[in-house]
């Protein structure tokens, strides 16, 4: 009983740690795409969403006249089985670009 408790445990904790790598990329991407909105340099935008979640994200940026789009991707294990599949989490974040895009 008490290894299959184990197992439900470390279960819940990887959901735990999923969902808070989920909402530090929402965020991330949130605050990216308004940086990019206001006309920030790309790399300038893509470094300090890297900082906000993991220096390994993948930070996508398009912008364009009307809208500005940051998507951010992350694949996470579980601390305790670094031999299991990664998981994917990614989220997305579009901002109007402000007015006088491009300089």
């Known amino acids: 009983m008490l290894p299959a408790l184990m197992v439900v445990l470390a279960a819940a904790l990887w959901a735990v740690q999923a969902v ?10 949130r605050a990216a795409a308004r940086a990019a909105a206001r006309g920030e340099p790309l790399e300038q935008v893509i470094t300090r969403a890297r900082t906000a979640t993991r220096p390994e994200a993948q930070v996508a940026v398009t912008r ?13 294990r579980p601390p305790w089985a670094q031999s299991l599949p990664a998981v994917q989490i990614s989220a997305a974040a579009i901002a109007d670009t402000e007015p006088g895009y491009p300089p």
């Open 64 to 76: 364009d006249t009307e809208t500005t789009k940051v998507q951010i991707t992350v694949e996470v």
């Open 20 to 29: 808070s790598v989920q909402l530090e990329c929402v965020d991330a991407a």
